[in-house]
């Protein structure tokens, strides 16, 4: 009974035309620049406004399935006095926490860092289940440099993200399972795909020693691409296929869904190459999206800070709706706003 519930919540994330919108960025990093610039006045306060103003996005539900926020906002009130979860849940979109707290460096590897907040994490996911909360997510980061990903690095990310998942889902809670090779440095686009099938494959190593229920997850992770700094730049469809060809190596069709991160690729690239990547037809699992800046920062560009929200929320929806599209492999750059110079 709890294995198809989580069953049905990864499906549900996973959907057909949705996606989620990773908005787990505390005020502090709106407010620092962390999706663009901020409008004055740089608060806390506008920070919760601007939240605010994107969870009550009219007709967000009909192409996101889920929205990740931080602990400690899901308690912020809205000026009406409802929570900020009880604004998501009325949208009918599943609510999502990150649970870690933190990052601390590898002794023998500074460079290199592994999410802290596994203590005492069982009551804190018995708390949300409580709370309403439908599924979490954890995010373990690999680099690559001169001498970097570390085995290290990779084998203890892999089991902090499966030691996650396994209390996760022992709580009730659909655990996203975020592996992350980032595209930062001067790598091309095979050094991407040999890291990130490393990555993957520790992870599904250790999520099967942890014992945890692969229909119950949601993977997130990289697409495979060229290092932001790398003078050959593969196309998109390169991209496709790569990333396709990397999945299907490690990726077990048990896994209902993949909902990638967006890593810093511009708005435009996230939606071309999520498209190019579903133009390929049907896979053994859902291809999604977990978009942070690439549906976001569209909408804190927009917005027109206290007096009007409706150009925030028009530039959110529409991300949101070429996402959307993108999963099904239906969106189309003429589909996109011309740019206003
Ligand atoms: P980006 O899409 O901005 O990379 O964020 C996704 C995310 O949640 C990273 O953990």
Not at 107 to 125: A, H, Q
Not at 254 to 271: C, E, H, N, R
Not at 291 to 305: L, T, V
Request: charged share 20%; glycine share 10%; aromatic share 8%.
């Amino acid at each position: 009974m709890e294995n198809a519930r989580l069953e049905d919540t990864a499906q549900a994330l996973v959907a057909p035309g949705k996606g989620i919108f990773a908005a787990d960025v505390p005020p502090q990093g709106l407010i620092n620049g962390f999706w663009g610039d901020m409008r004055e006045p740089k608060t806390i306060d506008a920070a919760r406004d601007f939240q605010e103003m994107m969870f009550r996005t009219p007709g967000l539900s009909d192409h996101i399935s889920g929205i990740i926020i931080f602990d400690d906002v899901l308690e912020q009130k809205s000026k009406d006095g409802n929570t900020f979860l009880d604004i998501i849940k009325q949208q009918d979109i599943l609510a999502g926490i990150t649970p870690t707290t933190g990052w601390q460096k590898l002794g023998s590897s500074p460079k290199e860092r592994v999410p802290t907040g596994l203590d005492g994490l069982p009551n804190r996911l018995e708390k949300w289940r409580e709370a309403g909360i439908s599924f979490v997510k954890w995010r373990v980061a690999a680099r690559i440099g001169p001498g970097l990903p570390s085995p290290l690095a990779i084998e203890l990310g892999a089991h902090s993200v499966a030691e996650y998942a396994a209390l996760a889902q022992a709580a009730g809670l659909v655990p996203i399972v975020e592996p992350d090779v980032e595209m930062r440095g001067e790598h091309d686009i095979q050094r991407h795909f040999e890291v990130t099938e490393w990555f993957l494959h520790k992870t599904f190593e250790a999520l099967y020693e942890h014992g945890v229920l692969l229909e119950g997850i949601v993977l997130k992770t990289n697409m495979v691409l060229s290092g932001s700094d790398c003078p050959i730049q593969a196309n998109e469809e390169t991209v496709a296929l790569e990333t396709l060809k990397c999945l299907r190596h490690i990726v077990p069709p048990a896994v209902p869904g993949i909902g990638f991160l967006s890593g810093g690729q511009s708005d435009y690239k996230a939606t071309a190459h999520l498209n190019a990547i579903n133009a390929h037809g049907p896979q053994p699992w859902q291809l999604s999206f977990s978009y942070g800046r690439a549906i976001g920062k569209a909408a804190m560009m927009a917005w027109d800070g206290r007096t009007d929200n409706s150009a925030g929320q028009t530039a959110l929806l529409h991300r949101a709706r070429m996402n959307g599209l993108a999963t099904l492999g239906k969106w189309a750059p003429k589909l996109e706003k011309p740019v206003s110079s």
